[in-house]
């Protein structure tokens, strides 16, 4: 099977704090069927959908390209039911919409995938690679073009640990370069020698980075303009403002 372009589509449940996640991959949406804290300990149930929004909602916009993949569907229904087995119960703040979301994506393309989103309360685990709440991988590269979105990544080292609302994440030297023309517009150069970020949810964080991003533009489910690092955004991940050597984000706001 070809590569398959891998996206993430969110919409908001709570606004300011909290928001649900699907995967897409190629034609398909999958999502944890409970998206609210009334769903609490219900049977957690993928489901499926197609067309540019999932059946939630989520990706309403199309989504945004996270990675690539070439895991046949077979595979991909077989990790399914693992993962329903491991996590049977829907919890609002660990075994929930975006666990899921973010431990297939890294599946599906085998930890090269770019996830710059904070979550809102999960345990992350480490994606089928072992036991405990650590995700790493030593490299990530891709590059893919699909719905007016072109985007080419390339870096080393990430690492992210989640326990419910508390987030800590790093990556090394990164570099991408994106061109949007819809949905969205704008055309976007990030590079980065190293990140470290801390935050509380969505409601607060703050990020060491040692960058010279620069574009402007609307991706993402955001409206940000940056030169040489300098330069903030705001959206669906709330308000940020940044320096070339780091910055501080609080609240979703869309």
Known sequence: MGKRTVKLGRYMITPLIAQHWAIKVGDTWYEIAGADKNEKGAANIVKRSFGDAAASGAG???????????????????????????????????????????????????GS??????????????????E???????????????????????????????????????????????????PGV????????VRAEASVGNIVGAHVDLNI??????????????LLGWGGKVGADGIEINTPVGGVNACTVM
């Not at 991988?137 to 893919?144: D, L, N, S, Y």
């Not at 704008?186 to 020698?193: K, L, P, Y």
Request: charged share 15%; aromatic share 10%; hydrophobic share 35%.
């Open 186 to 193: 704008g055309v976007f150069g990030d590079a980065s020698i």
């Open 60 to 110: 309403a916009l199309g989504g945004e390209i996270v990675g690539t993949s070439d895991t046949s569907d077979e595979s991909i229904n077989s990790y399914i039911e693992s993962w329903l087995e491991t996590n049977p119960c829907y919890q609002f703040t660990s075994e929930n919409c975006q666990k899921f979301a973010y431990e297939f994506m890294a599946w599906l393309t085998r």
């Open 113 to 130: 995938f770019n996830c710059p989103h904070r979550f809102d309360s999960a345990i992350v685990m480490d994606s089928g690679k072992g």
């Open 213 to 226: 991003n620069t574009g402007v533009g609307a991706r993402n489910g955001n409206v940000e303009a940056h």
């Open 132 to 182: 405990g709440n650590l995700y790493n991988e030593r490299t990530i590269a891709f590059a893919a073009a699909e719905d007016g979105n072109a985007i080419a990544t390339a870096g080393v080292l990430q690492a992210q640990h989640s326990f419910g609302v508390l987030q800590v994440k790093g990556s090394g030297p990164r570099v991408q370069a994106q061109a949007v023309a819809g």
